[in-house]
C-alpha cells in the first residue's frame, strides 16, 4: 500500500536512491578498476531494492515480466535480435578497416585490470565466467527495475506511452554516473564530457525504449534482457576487434550501427503489430 499514490515521484526517489549507491561504487569503490573488473555492488543493490519494492506493492516478480515459462523461448529471441543487427555492425567495420588498409580480426578475451591499473587482456576461465555472471546481474537489476518495475508501475496511473518514455529517460541519466568520473579524473575535457553526454544519454534512452517495446509487446522482461546481456557481456566485453593499430578502434561505430538498425526494427515491427490490430478489430466491429 506504501507504493500506491504520487508513483512518478516515487519512482525518481528509488532511482536517487539506486543512482547514489551507483555513484559512491564509481567515485570510490571503483570495484571496475580492481579484478573484478565491473561495477557490480550498485546492481545487487538495485536487485535488493526490486525485493523490497515488491514486497511493499504487494507483487511478485512475475507481475513484472519475469515469467519462468517465457524464459527459455524469449531469450532465444533476444539473443537472435542482437546477434542479427549487431552482425551489421561488425561487418561494416571489417570494411572500413580493410579499406582503410588495416585489416582486423576478431579476438575473445576479458578487458581486466592489473594491480598497477594498466589494462590487460584475461583469457583465463575465471575471468570469462566472472564477466558472465556480473553482467547477468546487471541486466537482472536493469531490465527488473527500468521495464518491469517502472513501466508496470507508472502505467497504473499514467498511459503506457509517458511510463516507457519517463523509464527510458531514467535510464539514459543512468549511464552519466562514468564518463562524469573520466572529468573529474582529468581523462576529458568538459567540452568532451558534453557532447559524450548527450549522445550517451540519447543512446542509452533509445535503448530503454527499445526495450520497453519489446517488454510491452510480450509481458515479458526475456526478451530486452537476453538483447541486453549479449550486448553488454558477448558483443562490447567478450569480442573484439584487433588490428596491428590497437582493440576496438571502432567500436563505437559497431555499437550505433547495431542498437539503431535494431531500434528502427523494433519500432516499425510494434507499429505494424498496433497497425494490424487496429484493422481486425475494426473489421470484427463492422
Not at 33 to 57: D, P
Not at 161 to 185: E, M, N, Q
Not at 224 to 230: I, K, R, Y
Not at 255 to 264: C, K, P, Q, R
Amino acid at each position: 500500500m506504501v507504493l500506491k499514490e504520487n508513483r512518478v515521484l516515487k519512482s525518481v526517489i528509488v532511482f536517487v536512491i539506486c543512482l547514489i549507491v551507483h555513484a559512491a561504487e564509481v567515485f570510490f569503490i571503483r570495484t571496475d578498476e580492481t579484478v573484478f573488473a565491473e561495477c557490480f555492488i550498485n546492481k545487487v543493490f538495485g536487485i535488493v531494492m526490486l525485493f523490497v519494492l515488491l514486497k511493499l506493492w504487494g507483487r511478485k516478480w512475475s507481475d513484472i515480466g519475469f515469467k519462468k515459462a517465457r524464459l527459455i523461448p524469449d531469450c532465444v529471441k533476444g539473443f537472435l535480435i542482437c546477434a542479427l543487427f549487431y552482425s551489421i555492425g561488425f561487418a561494416a567495420e571489417f570494411i572500413i578497416l580493410k579499406a582503410s588498409g588495416n585489416p582486423g580480426h576478431i579476438e575473445f578475451f576479458v578487458t581486466g585490470f592489473s594491480l598497477t591499473g594498466n589494462v590487460v587482456k584475461q583469457t583465463g576461465i575465471g575471468y570469462v565466467l566472472m564477466c558472465i555472471g556480473f553482467n547477468i546481474i546487471n541486466v537482472w537489476m536493469e531490465e527488473g527495475l527500468f521495464r518491469g518495475f517502472y513501466i508496470t508501475y507508472l502505467k497504473e496511473r499514467i498511459t503506457p506511452r509517458k511510463a516507457l518514455l519517463i523509464a527510458a529517460f531514467l535510464f539514459g541519466l543512468w549511464h552519466l554516473v562514468t564518463p562524469l568520473r573520466s572529468v573529474i579524473d582529468g581523462e576529458m575535457t568538459l567540452p568532451a564530457f558534453a557532447v559524450m553526454s548527450i549522445g550517451y544519454v540519447v543512446l542509452s534512452a533509445l535503448m530503454g525504449i527499445k526495450w520497453g517495446l519489446l517488454y510491452e509487446q510480450s509481458g515479458s522482461v526475456w526478451i530486452g534482457l537476453a538483447d541486453h546481456f549479449f550486448n553488454n557481456c558477448v558483443v562490447t566485453n567478450l569480442l573484439h576487434v584487433v588490428t596491428d593499430t590497437g582493440v576496438d578502434e571502432y567500436q563505437i561505430m559497431r555499437v550505433l550501427i547495431g542498437e539503431l538498425t535494431s531500434f528502427a526494427a523494433v519500432v516499425i515491427y510494434v507499429k505494424v503489430k498496433k497497425s494490424k490490430a487496429a484493422k481486425a478489430i475494426a473489421c470484427t466491429a463492422s
